[in-house]
């Protein structure tokens, strides 16, 4: 059975404070998974790694590519860094292809009626899109891909792609029913789901892998944030239901309302577990996300033709068919 360190990581993101970082002693080396966001971050793994007497040759596992999450990767020095795919892929791309790709989620910002002044500082306010130095940096590492099966030192590990969150995240099997998670699920927290790239459905991506991890029967779930999870079942079954409702709000907007709606205006609309009372209240990466999350919601929708999308001077309206 395989021994897992949980370290609780402070990141600079108020409304999260902490990361869980863990660590796996792996005979010749240590397994950390999601190193933390700074320079801070590295340096509380490596005393951690002195303190226990562990191992300083070091294999870099990330469960998704979000920077509080990797950034911390690069001050570790570490022999090896996996990641999924998919997030591999988004981030290359990220990086080869920038300034375009910073170009093409402002677009879809504007699709989703976004007003200019708003969209044109995605890469000024957005947590990721402001911080390509983070990914460039991870990119010149060479990321490997995460196989099914990972071997590291005298560790096996059983990796299942679980979309959603991210394209490419993961969750990862230590033995005995306990799966590190990510932010696929979390304890006290929703995990944001956010659309990024019209032609993807994340939210029809990320109920799959809840049912995947409900098939999988976990025992115990180590999140990316906050408490580890002691009843996963209940607590996948409470986002199920939590993403159920948020469809439903979504439809009962649509139809209270005697025109179509915009991505932006439907966002501004739903309800939001934060501090400020009022859409205007907002801070700009708060309006990203919310709206990121609104237009999986409403992607979900238009695959299943439960709304209509029309477009007009360019901005996505949606209407409900149900
Ligand atoms: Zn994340
Ligand atoms: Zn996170």
Known sequence: MLHVYRLENPIPIPALKTLNTYLIPC????????????VESASTVLEKIREEGLPGTITVLLTHFHVDHVAATPYLDPEEVYMHEADRNHVIRM????PRALESMEDLFLKA?????????????????????????LRNMGPRQAPPKLTVGSCELEIIHTPGHTPGSISIHIGGGRWIVGDTVLGDITPNIALINWETDPLGDYLGSLQRLLRVEPRIMYPGHRSV????????????????????EIIDILSSSPVQLNAYQIASRMTWDVAY????????????????????????????????????NGVYYFKPLV
């Open 113 to 137: 009626g976004m007003p200019h002044g708003e969209a044109s500082l995605l890469g000024k306010k957005h947590p990721a899109m402001s911080r390509i130095d983070v990914f460039r940096k």
């Open 27 to 38: 005979g010749d080396r240590t397994l950390v998974i999601d190193p933390g966001m700074t």
């Open 277 to 312: 009372s009022d859409w205007s209240d907002f801070p700009l990466s708060q309006k990203y996300f919310a709206v990121a999350e609104a237009l999986s919601h409403l992607k979900y929708l238009v695959v299943r033709g439960l709304a209509g999308l029309s477009t007009r």
């Open 229 to 248: 999870i002691g009843d996963p079942e209940e607590r996948i079954k409470e986002l199920i239901l939590h993403h159920e409702r948020r469809l439903r």
């Open 95 to 98: 990086v080869d292809e920038w």
